[in-house]
């Protein structure tokens, strides 16, 4: 018998390496609500710390990604509630850019307000054509939120952002290319499979390196100097590592290294 799924959920599989996280509200495309919030985050949780997860999919059911967050028009606004919110959406945020696993956003269909966030601070994001990419808040009064002013300048450029930010107007398939918020664009309904396939590169890379690498470049840096300190801390503790110790010895044996995330 067929399993019968919740009207709304996070679906999570394990392939290959790969946890697929699925946000499944299809009734809503996807809209995240604050139940799913809650849960987004213990699956990133849980993932980052599963030796066994080499990268993290993203994606969305019945054909896609996701449109915002969930708009509550009979319930009055209350700003703890909403500073809870958003802080659940900020920490989803932080996982996806600068926690230890890669991640891939896999998109179809609808990207929209923090649907758009998310896939931004994504590492790496595969579309399928038609999928649109939109930073709705404007249109219903609000700032874009999940840092998606931080992580979008760093794809498109301060003007572009500040474009798209500020007229909140849509954009699909090749534009989305041609401004770098894609990086793969690929047929309709592909993206899931190929965002699996690309994710493999991630595997032959030390996860360890991989972790400080994330931390890094995720982080607020204003200067070199800054990059300077941060590699100064991060790569002394990582020639320590057995990570270290195989990728030095499967240089000398002229072997594929066997990295364990030690």
């Known amino acids: 018998m067929a399993k019968t799924l919740p009207e709304e959920a996070i679906l ?22 604050p139940a ?7 699956q990133l949780r849980s993932a980052s710390s599963d030796d066994k997860c080499r990268f993290i999919v993203l994606t ?9 967050g969930r708009v509550l028009t009979d319930i009055k606004p209350d700003v703890e509630r909403t500073r809870r919110n958003v802080g659940v959406l900020q920490d989803i945020a932080r996982f996806l850019h600068r926690g230890p696993k890669p991640t891939i956003a896999a998109v179809e269909g609808a990207a929209t307000g923090a649907g758009f966030s998310l896939a931004m601070a994504c590492d790496y994001v595969v579309a399928g054509d038609g999928a649109r990419f939109c ?14 002013a931080w992580t979008l300048p760093l794809r498109a450029g301060a003007a572009r952002a500040r474009d798209l930010l500020l007229t909140g107007r849509e954009v699909r398939g090749p534009e989305a290319k041609a401004l770098g918020l894609v990086d793969l664009l690929v047929p309709a309904g592909e993206s899931l499979k190929v965002a699996l396939g690309s ?9 360890l390196a991989i972790a400080a690498t994330k931390r890094l470049m995720g982080a607020s840096h204003n200067s070199l100097d800054d990059v300077l300190a941060a590699e100064a801390k ?12 195989e990728g030095r010895a499967a240089f000398r044996e002229k072997r594929a290294p066997r990295f364990r995330g030690l």
């Open 199 to 207: 994710g493999q590169r991630y595997a032959g890379g030390a996860p």
């Open 12 to 33: 999570c599989d394990q392939v290959d390496g790969a946890v697929i996280l699925t946000l499944h509200a299809p009734a809503f495309r996807n809209s995240c609500s």
């Open 60 to 68: 969305g059911a019945a054909g896609h990604f996701c449109s915002g």
């Open 234 to 245: 991060e790569q002394p503790q990582l020639t320590l590592s057995q990570d270290y110790a």
């Open 36 to 42: 799913m919030r809650e849960v987004l985050l213990e």
């Open 135 to 148: 930073a709705s808040f404007v249109k219903v009064g609000l700032l874009a939120d999940a840092g998606l």
